[in-house]
């Protein structure tokens, strides 16, 4: 494919690693989309209480890269977005992408959290990892990027979607659950109008589609909302819909059944005047003609139609259209649309012989009278014919009127009657008999009366279209019954004398009006029609929403608007987790009047909830869709961000690579029943402490223990919990980072502890390979005494009191036991479970572990090409290994779009800058009243009309948001009218706003500098919520201080200086070759410079990578390229001499060997890879016996081919020599995966040889712990040692080498007469105090470069422009160096892709040059090695190296030094304000 | 002389990075604490000379508290 490149890059995964990629790649001239499945960016470490080594809190230090990351202009945060497809190849792929909805408009959201307020969602709060709940309108986290909210929705509960009405179920039930009753009902009465009505007559379709159904039984949805009504009746007041203001227009509807005063109710909604039409005397067709008082009493249909009379709908009752008045004559009389509601109330007939004898009749007739106060007399013996409603209704209307023996007769079976099933179980306590499988044939008369009625049995066949078995009459089974009446209910039809001939409307063939499914406009465009006079008898709350629909169309006729768009609901459908159903909870039944007190009267049957069971059963809800579409969110958001309609988008982009950050998910160990995580709170897991130790936890930081929210006394931590482990789970890997954190939250735990807190941690092997891990290890041990017992873990059970017994065996084969308050399981890190399928969506190959496949030589490149992959995704890893690869990966990602670089970021241009020198002061202040964050508690006008007192203060004003688009464009407009030329805001944080307003005021014209924020809400009002007056009287004073300062405040500007677009590499071993090849390959030029006459370091000693790569073929390769690519200049057997500069322009003096002349190069960055050695052993008879050897000897003499493999009887490995020991307290990291990978080979080429490894701890850490594996399995047999006990190397008699170690398991001593003793020797940093000293850059105790920080800044120095790699930094292997020499050249990159550089601003700057005594404070002071002594002896400070920290101007004795908008001036007048109230 | 309606006037220095970004937290978390301390947001602690803490003692201000 010769498609052109693109110049963005997508980052799959907002964890640190996706971060820090997205981060390098935009400051080096990339756009890039930050693609996160979350609704924000943060992943992991978010979650995190402290990092380890250096005990930081992880918000403090994740939070600033967050907020850089939400406010780069060439980064799209794309979040809640999930890759669904890549194609295309490596500089030009196509990705599809999936947005899910966020149900909040970021651009409107200003995360004042009112929607979380009102959502009446408790859910778990995954963030807390599920100790503590959320709101369904959530943010994920308080420092969560995009700061705005989110409303997870999984889709649409059932209820909702298989309500006719769409009635927000899951929403009034929550609403209910927390006793909000009234905003409940009004949910409900949004869709419906008759939640008493159908409380009690709905066949409520949306109790079948119940999720609870498939747990025990579905909710009684029907009796919640029958409560609600029933409540908001005997309120007094009851609920009156808000209506908008009186229209002109009439509408007449005819009928006043279910479907006509629902169209009234929601056209009177509307604003229109509407008149209801009744043929009968009464309201309410079927509810009060049809259906009796015992099921429905007249009072609750009477009191819901009384809300739409008070609507201002007009009713006459007794007025038949057609007759009284007619369609045309309605339309003389302004009546600008029609709707038809007349029901269908034509009883259907039965179509036997004798249907018209005196004593039949027809159901609806027959309850019609009745209902409206005929006397019917039936006799005794009464057979209702039907199977349905109105069949059950006129039975037991029939009972009611004194009819000794009433009953039913229906020719399918009892399951197939359509009637309620509570109906059916109504009757039958009422004693009435069905008689099923029974068909009339015909009535019997006696005198023209009703004598008998003759039926015959039925047989069930085969299934009807309906797919309810066919009645068929079994010949010869007919038989008679005595009856006194017969009540034919089969089934009604509609009049329609109605329509007369000015009407040109038409009927369907059986007898229903014609009108559009979705409309409900009929043929006639004015007229429109719903319910039984469309569908034939139906149900109420199916007329109810046809009436809804119709009063829609109507509104959109009169106003002349489409009819059909957006008509149609699409509804998502729940399914339900399995992990959410929870236990079984019965549900409420109805009380019921006893039967014997109602069968002769029509008191109500059904009595209703109380509140105590509607609670109950409102506590069962499943919460299916999660959000519960109750819209209180949408009311309580002032800026009106809140869209519940948003659906999954489908999205396309194009970018040139992708990188991969996926990350991992915490080990579930629920799987582990010995563990009792399942069914014990205080079982947490790791990631589940971290939350209880934060200070933004479930617990507030409070170290509690779950159950009882104690602080426990005693707390295990349990190791290798779903990590090298294939019996309960099949991760075999080591997951790298447990042994450290376990360490690291024993230690914080014992801070946050009141009392003495005994910290246990069970491990096999302690694990602290990485840099000064050991040092904390040690300190854990020896100065916080947390106890470490290497052990198996047999059991955790509960006990007595929510303590925990564990039973372990200890490395003698002793079992032994201890009691503890907590336990911690340890949990390793797992691909995500949907990890397989995503890689094959993608195209990716993973390892048999599950994670991205890489190889050693290429650590973060996936088996696509141009796709790349860093962090967890890539293998089990820590926070700083995960921030060098990410590095890596967009080094990787440039170096293939170095020519598009640049092509696709975006720049803002600006108008000038005002002049505003010799001005005084004029002061601008705005408000904000932040919705009501603000102004719902301090008093906004008040603290806006005191800022017009202050001094310099020109205009004042307050705006509901002043951060909002609108308030933006009319703050420049009044900074340019009223010639402003300060501003300051009073309202949140200047750490999420500050930029976001200086923006506005440079679009102004103004110096952003000129600019103060007061921070009255983050910082006032949430803090001083319940005292307004206090908020009050501090927002003045926060407003008076900011208005102080920036009277003092002076346009600082940042000029560019220009960057020099090359790098000088320190160090030819692999890591200066990777660094200066990935910087070539990048469009840099690179000096590489090297001390020895060849390049490869280290490795030309090696043969492979633990993966089994060549290293030498590697070294042939890669030296080869460098040698001739045009970008790099190799300068050998040369030294540096010395440096000096800034950064992106630094100069560098050279001396070559054998080269007279020292020659200079000018470089925009430096790379220090100067490498490390292998210690010389003194111990172990090193160089006193030549069967003694190091690792590297034993390579080089394989290599070499001086080593026999087949001849060898036996050798030993000894780990740790040199490393761990109190000289050189650190891990050397490589020598376990050495000596394994030696070990192994030497099984494999010589299976009879013993090999032995005596270790201290086995550090084979990722998937490493594959080769520990592998060489038990081959036989090689290990022997632990202590520090206390280490084993000795000597000759015996025959001069033979003969090593004794006490054994660990048996405890004695074994002698051993190995052929060859490899020492696993330490890494050591090679000697360059000179060189180290001249880049100004600082070494820890042990001699390793020390990095700007431990975590987040791993390959930069504190000062700008220089980066390191490789060994210098600390011990590692091969792929890790490779990776490390590319995330230097990425951060190296972040510098030398742009032309320039901005300089000054926040800065340090000489004020009084000339009172400068040159006494060096600032030199010692600045962490940056931004002051230097320039010419006559007086300080220079280099802006460009400068962090704006000011610690030299503090420090500076003779105040020469200030820091620009943090000047004396500035800060003591700011401070000094605070008293002048 | 003791006074029991005495409510001090304190200045809180605050490094933007960590104690201001504390604060911030405090109020997203909704908790609650006296009014009495007004927050100054500095780059770093290291800005804060012991000139502005005499010169806020000066003023009348009752305590200073460095926080970063």
């Not at chain 1, 609704?39 to 470490?45: D, K, L, V």
């Amino acid at each position: 494919m010769s498609e052109e490149q693109k110049g963005s890059v997508l980052v799959a995964g907002g964890g640190i690693a996706g971060i820090q990629a997205a981060l390098d790649l935009a400051n080096s001239g990339f756009y890039v989309y930050l693609v996160e499945r979350q609704s924000a960016i943060g992943g992991t470490m978010a979650q995190l209480d402290k990092t380890f080594p250096t005990n930081d809190c992880s918000m403090c230090i994740i939070s600033p890269k967050l907020v850089e990351c939400g406010r780069h202009l060439n980064i799209e945060l794309m979040t809640l977005t999930e890759i669904d497809k890549i194609s295309g190849a490596s500089g030009n792929f196509e990705v599809a992408l999936k947005e899910f909805p966020r149900h909040v408009n970021l651009e409107k959201c200003t995360a004042c959290g009112e929607c979380q307020k009102v959502c009446p969602m408790d859910i778990k709060n995954t963030f807390d990892a599920g100790l503590a709940q959320r709101q369904a309108a959530y943010k994920l986290y308080p420092q969560g990027m995009p700061s705005g909210y989110a409303i997870e929705k999984k889709g649409t509960a059932p209820c909702k979607a298989t309500c006719p009405a769409h009635v927000s179920v899951q929403g009034f039930i929550a609403l209910a659950n927390k006793g909000r009753y009234r905003e409940a009902l009004e949910l409900f009465k949004q869709e419906h109008p008759f939640p008493g009505v159908c409380g009690r007559v709905c066949h409520h379709p949306c109790e079948g589609a119940c999720n609870r159904k498939d747990v025990d039984q579905p909710l009684s949805i029907q009796y919640l909302h029958r409560f609600l009504a029933d409540h908001d009746f005997s309120s007094g007041k009851p609920f009156m819909p808000e209506q908008k203001s009186l229209r002109d227009e009439k509408v007449a509807i005819v009928g006043s059944g279910p479907a006509g005063l629902t169209c009234a109710y929601f056209l009177a909604k509307e604003g229109y005047q509407v008149t209801v039409f009744e043929k009968q005397a009464i309201l309410g067709g079927m509810l009060t003609l049809g259906i009796p008082a015992y099921r429905l009493p007249r009072h609750v249909v009477e009191a819901e139609i009384q809300i739409i009379r008070n609507m201002g709908v007009t009713f006459r009752t007794g007025v038949e259209i057609g007759k009284d008045f007619t369609v045309g004559q309605l339309r003389k009389q302004d009546f600008a649309a029609f709707f038809i509601g007349i029901g269908a109330q034509a009883c259907k007939s039965l179509g036997i012989e004798g249907e018209d004898l005196e004593g039949v009749y027809p159901g609806v007739d027959f309850l019609l009278k009745v209902n409206t106060g005929h006397k019917v007399k039936l006799g005794d013996r009464v057979a209702v014919i039907g199977g349905g409603n109105v069949a059950m209704d006129s039975v037991r209307t029939a009972l009611r009127l004194g009819s000794a023996e009433p009953f039913i007769i229906y020719r399918r079976s009892m399951e197939e009657m359509p009637a309620a099933k509570e109906e059916i179980a109504e009757c039958l306590d009422e004693q009435i008999r069905i008689m099923t499988l029974t068909h009339p044939v015909r009535i019997l008369a006696e005198n023209g009366k009703v004598r008998a009625i003759e039926c015959i049995k039925m047989v069930l066949g085969e299934p009807d279209e309906s797919g309810r078995r066919r009645p068929e009459p079994l010949p010869g089974s007919e038989f008679i019954i005595e009856v006194d009446a017969v009540i034919p209910a089969i089934g009604q039809e509609s009049d329609w004398a109605c329509l007369t001939d000015e009407c040109a409307c038409t009927l369907s063939d059986w007898g229903t009006m014609k009108v559009d499914s979705a409309t409900l406009q009929s043929e006639d465009p004015d007229i429109f029609a719903g319910g039984d006079a469309i569908t034939g008898p139906a149900t109420v709350v199916e007329a109810i929403e046809a009436g809804k629909q119709a009063a829609i169309s109507i509104h959109r006729f009169i106003q002349g608007e489409d009819l059909q768009q957006g008509r149609s609901r699409e509804f998502t459908n729940v399914v339900l987790d399995p992990e959410t159903r929870g236990k079984s909870i019965p549900r409420q039944k109805m009380p019921h009047l006893a039967a014997r007190r109602r069968m002769k009267n029509f008191n109500e049957v059904q009595l209703g909830l109380d509140e105590i069971r509607v609670r109950l059963e409102a506590e069962r809800c499943l919460q299916c869709g999660i959000c519960s579409e109750c819209y209180q969110c949408v009311k309580a958001c002032l800026p009106g961000a809140v869209e519940h309609e948003t659906l999954t988008k489908q999205k396309s982009i194009r970018v040139g690579a992708v990188i991969l950050a996926p990350g991992f998910v915490p080990f579930d160990p629920g799987a582990y029943p010995t563990y009792s995580y399942a069914g014990h709170p205080n079982v947490v897991t790791s990631l589940e402490f971290e939350r209880i130790l934060s200070a933004s936890g479930p617990f507030k930081g409070h170290m509690v223990r779950p159950s009882d929210q104690r602080e426990p006394k005693r707390i295990a931590w349990v190791q290798c919990v779903g990590s090298r482990d294939i019996n309960a789970c099949d991760h075999s890997y080591c997951s790298g980072v447990c042994c450290m954190y376990a360490i690291k939250q024993a230690v914080i735990a014992k801070e946050h502890s009141h009392g003495e807190l005994d910290t246990t941690i069970f491990f096999m092997d302690m694990r602290t390979y990485g840099k000064d891990f050991e040092k904390y290890y040690d300190r854990a041990r020896e100065e916080k005494q947390v106890n470490f017992i290497r052990s198996r873990i047999h059991s955790v059970d509960p006990l007595p009191n929510d303590q925990l017994h564990i039973r372990f065996g200890t490395e003698d084969g002793k079992i032994k036991d201890e009691v503890f308050d907590l336990v911690v399981l340890s949990v390793g890190m797992s691909p995500a479970e949907d990890m397989k399928e995503t890689a094959q969506k993608l195209g990716i190959d993973l390892n048999q572990h599950g994670f991205a496949a890489t190889r050693n030589l290429t650590p973060v490149s996936s088996s696509r090409e141009g796709i790349f992959v860093c962090g967890a995704f890539q293998g089990p890893k820590d926070i700083p290994q995960s921030v060098m690869e990410a590095s890596a990966a967009a080094s990787a990602a440039a170096e293939i779009l170095s020519d598009v670089r640049g092509t696709e970021v975006l720049t803002r241009s600006l108008p000038p800058e005002r002049n505003i020198q010799g001005e005084e002061p004029r002061i601008g202040v705005f408000v904000c009243n932040c919705g009501i964050n603000i102004g719902g508690i301090a008093d906004v006008p008040a603290v806006r009309d005191y800022a017009r007192s202050l001094p310099h203060v020109v205009h004042v004003e307050d705006n509901l948001f002043t951060c909002s688009q609108d308030s933006q464009d009319h703050i420049k407009a009044v900074i340019e009218e009223k010639q402003i030329n300060r501003v300051v805001v009073a309202s949140c944080s200047p750490r999420t706003h500050e930029s976001i307003f200086q923006d506005t005021i440079r679009e102004a014209g103004l110096n952003p500098y000129l600019f103060e924020m007061a921070n009255i809400r983050d910082q006032n009002t949430w803090v001083h919520m319940n005292n307004p007056d206090l908020a009050t009287a501090k927002a003045r004073d926060l407003v008076r201080m900011a208005v102080a300062k920036v009277a003092w405040n002076e346009p600082l500007f940042r000029v560019p200086i220009g960057v020099i677009r090359a790098a000088l590499v320190v160090g030819g071993g692999v890591a200066g070759m990777e660094a200066a090849l990935s910087l070539a390959e990048q469009g840099c030029k690179v000096h590489l410079v090297e001390q020895n006459d060849e390049l490869g370091g280290n490795a030309r000693l090696l043969r492979n990578t633990w993966q089994g790569e060549d290293i030498q073929a590697y070294l042939a390769d890669i030296i080869t390229i460098l040698m001739n690519h045009p970008n790099i200049e190799v300068i050998l057997s040369a030294k540096i001499q010395r440096t000096a500069g800034i950064p992106g322009n630094f100069s560098t003096t050279i001396q070559q060997k054998d080269v007279a002349q020292p020659f200079t190069i000018e470089h925009g960055a430096t790379i220090l890879t100067t490498g490390g050695r292998e210690y010389q052993p003194e111990e172990y008879l090193y160089g006193k016996h030549a069967g003694v050897m190091t690792h590297l000897d034993l390579d080089t003499a394989l290599l070499r081919g001086k080593v026999d493999l087949k001849k060898m009887k036996a050798v030993a490995f000894i780990q740790c020599v040199g490393s761990r020991t109190p000289e050189r307290p650190y891990c050397s990291r490589i020598c376990c995966t050495h000596s394994l990978k030696s070990a192994i080979r030497m099984k494999v080429e010589n299976p009879s040889m013993k090999v032995f490894i005596i270790y201290r701890d086995i550090r084979s850490y990722g998937f490493r712990e594959d080769l520990y594996q592998e060489a038990r399995q081959r036989g090689v047999l290990f022997i632990r040692y202590d520090m206390d006990l280490l084993p000795e190397v000597d000759l015996d008699p025959d001069g033979r080498l003969q090593l004794t170690v006490l054994d660990h398991v048996m405890g004695v001593p074994v002698s051993l007469h190995p052929d060859v003793v490899v020492l696993a020797s330490a890494v050591l940093p090679n000697e360059n105090a000179g060189l180290f000293e001249m880049f100004k850059v600082p070494v820890n105790p042990e001699g390793f470069l020390v990095e700007a920080h431990a975590k987040l800044r791993p390959v930069d120095f504190a000062s700008e422009g220089i980066f390191m790699a490789g060994l210098a930094h600390y011990p590692k292997p091969v792929e890790e160096t490779i990776a490390q020499a590319k995330a230097a050249a990425s951060r190296a990159m972040t510098l030398l892709a742009r032309d320039t550089i901005m300089v000054g601003g926040v800065v340090a700057v000489m004020q009084h040059s000339a009172s400068c005594a040159g006494c060096l404070v600032c030199l010692r002071s600045c962490p940056f090695g931004a002051p230097r002594i320039g010419k006559e002896g007086i300080v220079v400070i280099e802006s460009v190296k400068c962090q704006g920290c000011g610690i030299c101007a503090a420090e500076c004795p003779a105040k020469v030094i200030t820091l620009q908008n943090f000047t004396d001036d500035q800060l003591i007048s700011k401070v000094c304000s605070l008293m002048e109230a | 002389m003791p006074n029991n309606d005495f409510e001090p006037q304190i200045i809180a220095f605050c490094c933007r990075y960590c104690a201001y970004a504390a604060a911030d937290l405090a109020g997203s978390m909704r908790l609650s604490y006296p009014g009495n301390i007004k927050i100054v947001q500095l780059p770093c602690t290291g800005r804060v000379d012991v000139l502005h803490m005499l010169k806020a003692l000066e003023s009348g201000v009752d305590g200073v508290f460095v926080a970063g």
